[in-house]
């Protein structure tokens, strides 16, 4: 369970979660097994934006989400090269937060996107 504790909702930069015990999913295992994900620029601005992928090198089936706040998928893409990614976010999103998505088998790494 995530809970917020202010008025204003939840604020997150990243989240992860492992654990074998998580009862409400059931088949999925998080962990980031040592695999990092750095998006920017974050504040976005421009229409570029960059993920830089550590620890995913030989990884297969390496994919990226773009998730708006009502949890539609916006953008999903199936990395060939699992190191470095960019979108051209032109047409693509609007101002607003998103959710930037990195799953690779059992690893799944999560972080905040704010597009001004």
Avoid: C, W
């Avoid at 604020?11 to 074998?20: A, H, K, R, V």
């Avoid at 953008?75 to 693509?92: C, M, Q, R, S, V």
């Amino acid at each position: 369970m995530l809970t917020a504790i202010g008025s204003s909702g939840g604020n997150y930069d990243e989240l992860t979660i492992s654990g074998n015990g998580i009862s409400s999913i059931e088949n999925v295992k998080f962990g980031t097994d040592g695999k990092t994900v750095r998006i920017y620029p974050n504040p976005l601005r421009s229409n570029k934006l960059s993920i830089d992928l550590v620890g995913f090198e030989n990884s297969e089936n390496v994919q990226v989400k773009i998730i708006n706040l009502i949890g539609q998928t916006v953008f999903h893409e199936k990395l060939n090269n699992p190191t470095h990614f960019d979108i051209n976010t032109l047409n693509l999103l609007s101002k607003s937060v998103y959710t930037v998505s990195v799953q690779s088998g059992s690893t799944i790494i999560l972080n905040k996107l704010i597009l001004n």
